[in-house]
């Protein structure tokens, strides 16, 4: 029965990481949208879409797709930044004690020692320990192929 909680926890992870995401929401009748996803109830899976275009090539600011009519979701944009992964990046390569770096996957974020903030949008906070962590921050993109 636990196995059954963890899966449950897994997929609502996986499913609020969609906000902010580029997907293609395919209907039980075959329509599409594609859109970013700027809102989710994940009880109903009914989605908010902005900047959307239907299967039709028409396009809307904001389509609201109902849950009870989806069939699948294609995500589309997957991202380069994935937390855990910079957080063991952290660790390993910039010295930084294990404790201190604390990982929030339901919303892509990195902290480290309780002052910086580290997501797919880049660095937030000051001082040299940002710093460090702005350079190791680079060192990560770059080794993803995400800067040249």
């Not at 609020?16 to 996803?37: A, I, P, Q, S, W």
């Not at 809307?60 to 699948?72: F, T």
């Not at 990046?89 to 604390?102: D, I, S």
Request: net charge neutral.
């Amino acid at each position: 029965m636990a196995a059954l909680g963890e899966a449950a926890r897994r997929l609502s992870v996986r499913l609020n990481g969609l906000l902010g995401k580029e997907v293609t929401v395919v209907l039980k009748d075959g329509r599409k949208y594609t859109g970013k996803v700027a809102g989710l109830d994940i009880g109903s899976l009914t989605l908010a879409l902005e900047s959307v275009q239907d299967s039709d090539g028409n396009n809307w600011p904001l389509v609201i797709v109902s849950g009870s009519s989806v069939s699948e979701i294609l995500v589309i944009e997957t991202g380069v930044f994935n937390a855990e992964e910079f957080a063991e990046f952290l660790v390993k390569y910039g010295g930084f004690a294990p404790h201190t770096v604390r990982v929030y996957p339901e919303s892509n974020i990195v902290e480290v020692s309780r002052s910086i903030r580290v997501t797919k949008d880049g660095v937030e906070g000051a001082g040299p320990l940002a710093q460090k962590v702005y350079t190791l921050y680079k060192e990560y993109l770059r080794r993803k192929g995400a800067l040249g």
